[in-house]
T-cell receptor, first 111, second 113 residues
Framework: GENVEQHPSTLSVQEGDSAVIKCTYS??????FPWYKQELGKRPQLIID?????GEKKDQRIAVTLNKTAKHFSLHITETQPEDSAVYFC??????????FGKGTMLLVSP | NAGVTQTPKFQVLKTGQSMTLQCAQD?????MSWYRQDPGMGLRLIHY???????DQGEVPNGYNVSRSTTEDFPLRLLSAAPSQTSVYFC????????????FGSGTQLSVL
């Protein structure tokens, strides 16, 4: 089955800096790659996603890049703010719309 | 439109007890799934369903049963609770097919003593 590796497990940045989280996947048949943000005690919320026929997607301060050949994708957050502090999960699609998740990255943005 | 509704929010069980976690969605989604979340382990798929009457196992199905008699409901049953099942459980749904965008319920925090 699909295996998703996510790095780093924790990331500390200063407010205004950029943050980058990287994921690799194993199944070349995966074609959908979402990113979820989870605040403490809350449910995961979709923040951005990308399909395999697209190399990059941007939504305001958040962008995702995909390298299908290398089987890796990354989340980029620019001009980080304290409210960006959360756990971020990457995922890759499998059979029948199942998603395999990475183990998460705890992002801490210090004022 | 309530989205995905899970009950209960919290539950404490003794080893060997059984219980059912309820999940309902009102978005007419075909696909529903259950994940468990443990510290440092991410979200792991327990069971999923691609439509009423159809279920299949995910990555960590042992000790859990599911059924899907209606499009709206997808309950998760713990047959004989064990301390290893202490976790936060999330139900999720999507339209399925080429629309995999997953919507999560608010979660159930389960402790097995």
């Amino acid at each position: 089955g699909e295996n998703v590796e996510q790095h780093p497990s924790t990331l500390s940045v200063q407010e205004g800096d950029s943050a980058v989280i990287k994921c690799t996947y194993s199944d070349s048949a995966s074609n959908y790659f979402p990113w979820y943000k989870q605040e403490l005690g809350k449910r995961p919320q979709l923040i951005i996603d990308i399909r395999s026929n697209v190399g990059e997607k941007k939504d305001q301060r958040i962008a995702v890049t995909l390298n299908k050949t290398a089987k890796h994708f990354s989340l980029h957050i620019t001009e980080t703010q304290p409210e960006d502090s959360a756990v971020y999960f990457c995922a890759a699609s499998g059979t029948y719309s199942t998603l395999t998740f990475g183990k998460g990255t705890m992002l801490l943005v210090s004022p | 439109n309530a989205g995905v509704t899970q009950t209960p929010k919290f539950q404490v069980l003794k080893t060997g007890q059984s219980m059912t976690l309820q999940c309902a969605q009102d978005m007419n989604h075909e696909y529903m799934s259950w994940y468990r979340q443990d510290p440092g382990m991410g979200l792991r798929l327990i069971h999923y369903s691609v439509g009423a009457g159809i279920t299949d196992q995910g990555e960590v199905p042992n000790g859990y049963n599911v059924s899907r008699s209606t499009t709206e409901d997808f309950p998760l049953r713990l047959l004989s609770a064990a301390p290893s099942q202490t976790s936060v459980y999330f139900c999720a749904s999507s339209y399925g097919g080429s629309n995999e965008k997953l919507f999560f319920g608010s979660g159930t925090q389960l402790s097995v003593l």
